[in-house]
């Protein structure tokens, strides 16, 4: 008879108070036995946006270790993954009740996640994080990214597209409205010339403004993702953008992004400044919702 280890998962819908709505993520909470080799191929296999492998840390500061992967690749950084990862932890009882905040370990760094308890919501509290360090990269001719979209070049804002990181490189196109965003679709034809020969793997964020944040899509074909419905990695780089190019009001300091509607999986991520336009920080949060559990033999 063949040996087949086992290994439990749990799926939650990450940045949605209501189950099959969100980003869906699948959790791994104790995967010291799975090779990354192994993560890849459970990753492929499950085939959701992102699974999640907890490890033991050997850091004081954090209350486990991390492996972020899509169908695809690992990442080093993404949001979703990482406030449902959280979400998980509080849920095996592996953070003390009382705590407020504590880290994980990413390949990133040490990430802080911050609990908001609620008291109108008790049992499903917002879970914040800390956005790491925001660079620019490049920017982009607007006529290309609206080609690559499928759109017009009166379709897109007069403010240019570019690529900023924050351990997720994002390319960032603002258009005029939310049924814009609705019409944009990339092409692999698109992807291939906004790669202009580059081997890094990038997204593709398209926008809107709206009057309490943001209307979103997200295209991610780099990273075996035709479309996200929800990319924590990417808020804080857009808030950036916005704030540049003065996009929100001068004085908000939280706003909502709202992404995968056009997908109906709706998501809602909150963001919150710290500091004169964001200057001490840029803060991504969103609850995260239960949706069951399973089991993976691996030979």
């Known amino acids: 008879m063949d040996y087949h280890s086992k290994h439990r998962y749990r799926l939650v819908d990450v940045f949605t108070q209501e189950r099959f ?30 699974t999640t492998f907890v490890l033991s840390t050997s850091r004081n500061d954090c209350v486990a270790r991390v492996h972020f992967v899509t169908p695809a690749k690992e990442m080093v950084f993404a949001g979703h993954r990482t406030l449902g990862t959280a979400y998980i ?32 919501s008790p049992m499903s509290p917002m879970l914040w994080l800390q956005t790491p360090p925001v660079r620019w990269e490049r920017a982009y001719e607007a006529a290309l990214c609206a080609d690559a979209l499928g759109l017009s070049l009166q379709d897109v804002l007069d403010v240019p597209p570019h ?50 944040g943001a209307y979103t899509r997200m295209f991610a074909p780099d990273y075996g993702i035709p479309e996200d419905p929800a990319k924590g990695s990417s808020i804080g780089p857009l808030a950036a953008y916005m704030i540049r190019h003065n996009l929100i009001a001068p004085n908000s300091t939280t706003w909502v992004s709202e992404q995968g509607t056009r997908m109906k999986r709706r998501s809602l991520l909150h963001v919150r400044l710290h500091g004169y336009r964001g200057a001490q920080g840029i803060e991504v949060g969103g609850h ?10 691996l030979p």
Request: proline share 7%; hydrophobic share 45%.
């Open 89 to 120: 932890l509080m849920a095996e009882k592996r953070v003390a009740s009382l705590v407020t905040e504590f880290c994980l370990e990413l390949p990133i760094g040490a990430v802080p996640v911050r609990i908001e308890r609620e008291e109108s």
């Open 163 to 212: 690529r900023l990181n924050a351990g997720n490189p994002t390319l960032l196109i603002a258009v005029r409205d939310p049924s814009v965003v609705d019409r944009a679709a990339l092409s692999s034809e698109g992807m291939r010339r906004l790669r202009d020969g580059e081997a890094a793997p990038f997204c593709v964020f398209v926008f809107a403004p709206t009057p309490t």
């Open 288 to 297: 995260v919702t239960t949706v069951g559990e399973g089991m993976i033999e």
């Open 21 to 50: 709505q969100g980003n869906t993520l699948a959790v791994f909470p104790n995967a010291r036995d799975i090779g990354e080799r192994q993560m890849q191929l459970i990753a492929r296999e499950l085939n959701l946006p992102e």
